[in-house]
């Protein structure tokens, strides 16, 4: 019987063992408050200087604004699509997809997340502490399993 205890204790080690060794690496980033109440994020692109971005939970899709993306150095791709996006006038707008080989947020390295660029000039005039220079999107978001907390004005993302 005493043997029978063992064997369980230690196959539930082994379990636990397994089952943390595969749980995602978690980083935790503070957040600030644009003066509109938007939420803004400091991310690097590529290995690029810092910048800010908006987080928004109800964007669908992750933007770099167009000028931004050549400022910071992200390829763009040529091929332009239509896609209407209801938060820009509900009208089609012609966006590029990006070659992003990674953005870094906090002290975490996202490898190849999909963004796309667009001309995003209403986000430059929302006052913040530094310019803004895309939205980050609830594509992001779910993939990431990402966690806004107000109260500590932090951000939790998984990798």
């Not at 064997?7 to 980083?27: K, P, T, Y």
């Not at 991310?43 to 200087?49: A, D, I, L």
């Not at 006038?89 to 947020?105: P, S």
Request: hydrophobic share 50%; proline share 4%.
């Amino acid at each position: 019987m005493m043997i029978k205890r063992l064997a369980c204790h230690i196959a539930g080690l082994v379990v636990l063992m397994c089952s943390n060794a595969w749980a995602a690496d978690e980083v935790v980033v503070p957040f600030s408050f644009a003066e509109s109440g938007h939420l803004v994020i400091e991310v690097s692109f590529n290995g690029m200087p810092p910048a800010a971005m908006l987080i928004d939970t109800a964007a669908g899709i992750s933007l770099l604004d167009k000028r931004a993306a050549k400022e910071l150095g992200v390829a763009i791709n040529s091929r332009p699509m239509r896609v209407k996006l209801a938060g820009l006038g509900a009208k089609r707008q012609k966006m590029n997809d990006l070659d992003v080989i990674d953005i870094e947020i906090g002290m975490a390295v996202f490898a190849s997340p999909q963004f796309y660029t667009t001309d995003l000039h209403h986000i430059r005039k929302i006052k913040s502490n530094e310019p803004l220079v895309g939205i980050l999107g609830t594509d992001f978001l779910v993939k990431h399993n990402g966690i806004v907390n107000y109260v500590d004005q932090t951000l939790t993302l998984q990798w």
